[in-house]
């Protein structure tokens, strides 16, 4: 069982909010101040979304956003568009040189 | 541009072992860590180790300790992710993936294409 734990899925219609949260249910997932999100398509490898809570690489759309509170951390789409159905992965740094991902979840537009 | 290519898809019989490539190019390959990660078929994803291609070093989650071995070799800006005693439940597709070597931000981009490795 993953220390991180998502929703199996979450669902929203175009042009809406969704947010997917990770929960922390462990302690070997280190100070959390090191978590990422990566989205992947059917058949694809992992794209990096988020990293470090809430910093987006160039390239990724503002639409997609990262925050912290307390053990749980949550990347949220606004204005949801078709091309965002995908799998969305948190990890998370474990400390010890260890990382760990949550289990996923798959968001339906 | 940056980019990670991985060698093909393997089939192999229970208790061989196996060993994925993974190519770097478009930046210092010594610069950067090299992240393997696990999928099994329509599961979660697995992070399995890292190699620093710069010295060698590497660390494994506790899991595939002991059959999991990350080598690199510098003068093609390969790594390399080696496999023993597979079993049935071995069978997924592996990706490398890069990552930073300071401690000051956490990432993994890019990643490799992923290879199918089929027990």
């Known amino acids: 069982q993953s220390a991180l734990t998502q929703p199996h899925s979450v669902s929203g219609s175009p042009g809406q909010s969704v947010t997917i949260t990770c929960t922390r249910t462990?302690?070997?997932?280190?100070?959390?101040?090191?978590v990422s999100w990566y989205q992947q398509h059917p058949g694809k490898a992992p794209k990096l979304m988020i990293y470090?809570?809430?910093k987006r690489p160039s390239g990724v759309p503002d639409r997609f956003s990262g925050s912290k509170s307390g053990n749980t951390t949550s990347l949220t789409i606004s204005g949801l568009q078709a091309e965002d159905e995908a799998d969305y992965f948190c990890?998370?740094?474990?400390?010890?040189?260890?990382?760990?991902f949550g289990g996923g979840t798959k968001v339906t537009v | 541009q940056v980019q990670l290519v991985q060698s093909g898809a393997e089939a192999k019989k229970p208790g061989a072992s196996v060993k994925v490539s993974c190519e770097a190019s478009?930046?210092?390959?010594?610069?950067?860590?090299i992240h393997w990660v696990r999928q099994a078929l329509g599961q979660g994803l697995e992070w399995m180790g890292w190699?620093?291609?710069?010295?060698?070093?590497?660390n494994y989650a506790k899991k595939f300790q002991g059959r999991v071995t990350l080598t690199r070799d510098t003068s093609i800006n390969t790594a390399y992710m080696e496999m023993s005693r597979l079993r049935a439940d071995d069978t997924a597709v592996y990706y490398c993936?890069?990552?930073?070597?300071?401690?000051?931000?956490?990432?993994?981009?890019?990643w490799g294409q992923g290879t199918l490795v089929t027990v």
């Open positions: 993936a890069r990552g930073p070597i300071q401690p000051t931000e956490d990432w993994f981009d890019p």
């Open positions: 478009g930046y210092t390959f010594t610069d950067y860590y």
């Open positions: 190699i620093n291609p710069d010295n060698g070093g590497s």
């Open positions: 462990s302690s070997d997932v280190g100070n959390y101040n090191f």
């Open positions: 470090d809570v809430s």
């Open positions: 990890c998370s740094y474990a400390g010890r040189y260890i990382w760990v």
